[in-house]
């Protein structure tokens, strides 16, 4: 049977500055009283206030569970969950990075089909009944999960992170507004444009793209190159702001319908064994993932050195190829990204465990669509070249 290509995302995107200001209106639409899922940083910038005010202008009700802290963890999911339920809410607000939207999506979901959260990991248990609305608003560029139907829940007894992927987890509204991220400190704008970059590259390199998610994939890797230093060096460009909002939107679109690779498939084990956020560790390995991958993947990765430098135009594919990969090495130097040495993992520890991690890390699937399909001894040599990895490179034409 023929395979067709297939474009999920939410039913509404509102984007653009000031787009917050509609929560309460698309809130108000759906559902009477609302848990709004947040950070206590967002609480101290005044944003979750800000969002309850916006709610009540529409008679909407609210409560707010802060204890998002980190990675999503099991135990954040089941405090929201009962929270919502005591207080009686019938609709999902997700105020922040990924880790309060994936909690957000995890309480949707749970909230009307019931189970833990780990039973629907690898489509044991499918989410049958409609979930609870959840209205995502992102305050970082950088995961894109408000445009994802996927969660990734870190299991506290066993250190695994969870990848659920089913079409009820994905959020009805996002509402992306680049405003909210004139806040992010330059080390989140870093390791979270990092990561929307991850997601473009490995969403045109999957083997499950297609022409429309290579098409959004190709825009949001244009957008995030040109605009992720500006965005860094000042933090107060609105305009570099609004592209990188725009690019991990569109990234978020592009691998959620077709899929991430060997980056991610490796970097979710080293968070959930060593606390490293989601955006550092895939900036940790992209470079030497795409050294693995290059020469199952010239042309594409040719396409990414072209965006990179216009002369890349005249190169052929393979000097084009090459460019892609120093380009994105001279990134992470100029974004002052560790390796994982120097993020302070302890070698021996670390070292103890790249079986355990390279295991987990083909059990999660993601590897299966690298351009280059990895095995676990290959995944182990990585996770060793990638703890010392050197991102200075070779003058960049």
Request: net charge negative; charged share 20%.
């Amino acid at each position: 049977m023929e395979k067709h290509a297939v474009l999920h995302m939410p039913q509404t995107i509102i984007y653009g500055r000031h787009a917050f200001e509609k929560v309460g209106v698309e809130v108000a639409a759906k559902g009477r009283k609302a848990l709004i899922i947040s950070d206590k940083v967002m609480d101290r910038l005044g944003n979750v206030n800000d969002c309850r005010n916006y709610l009540s202008n529409e008679y909407v009700e609210s409560t707010v569970y802060l204890g998002v802290e980190s990675e999503p963890t099991d135990t954040y999911v089941t405090e929201a969950l009962d929270l919502f339920s005591k207080g009686n809410c019938d609709i999902v607000i997700s105020l922040g990075g990924g880790s309060c939207i994936d909690t957000a999506k995890a309480v949707a979901v749970l909230a009307t089909n019931g189970g833990y959260i780990g039973d629907y990991m690898g489509g044991t248990k499918i989410a049958e009944n409609k979930p609870i609305p959840h209205i995502a608003i992102p305050t970082t560029a950088g995961t894109g999960s408000e445009a994802t139907d996927a969660t990734i829940i870190t299991n506290t007894t066993n250190d695994v992170k969870m990848m659920i992927k089913q079409p009820s987890f994905m959020p009805v509204v996002a509402i992306v507004d680049p405003l909210l991220s004139l806040s992010s400190p330059t080390h989140v704008t870093s390791a979270t444009g990092i990561d929307a970059l991850s997601h473009a590259i490995e969403g045109y390199l999957s083997k499950q793209s297609h022409p429309m998610t290579d098409m959004i994939a190709l825009s949001a890797m244009k957008l995030i190159v040109e605009n992720i230093r500006m965005a860094y060096k000042d933090g107060e460009n609105i305009d570099a702001r609004e592209a990188m909002s725009l690019g991990s939107l569109q990234a978020g679109m592009a691998f959620s319908n077709s899929s991430v690779c060997l980056v991610h498939g490796m970097s979710r084990p080293i968070g959930a064994l060593f606390h490293v956020p989601h955006g550092y560790s895939n900036a940790m390995l992209l470079p030497a993932v795409l050294e693995f991958s290059k020469e199952a993947s010239i042309g594409r990765l040719a396409d990414l050195g072209k965006i990179f430098s216009a002369d890349a135009q005249n190169f052929s594919n393979e000097e084009a190829a090459d460019l892609a990969v120093s380009s994105v090495k001279k990134l992470c130097l100029d974004l002052n990204i560790p390796n994982l040495s120097g993020w302070g993992i302890d070698r021996q520890e670390f070292e103890s465990v790249t079986s355990k991690m390279a295991g987990d890390a083909l059990a999660s699937g993601s590897p299966a669509n690298n351009p280059r399909v990895p095995t676990q001894m290959e995944i182990e040599d990585l996770y060793h070249i990638c703890y010392a990895y050197e991102f200075a490179t070779e003058n960049v034409r």
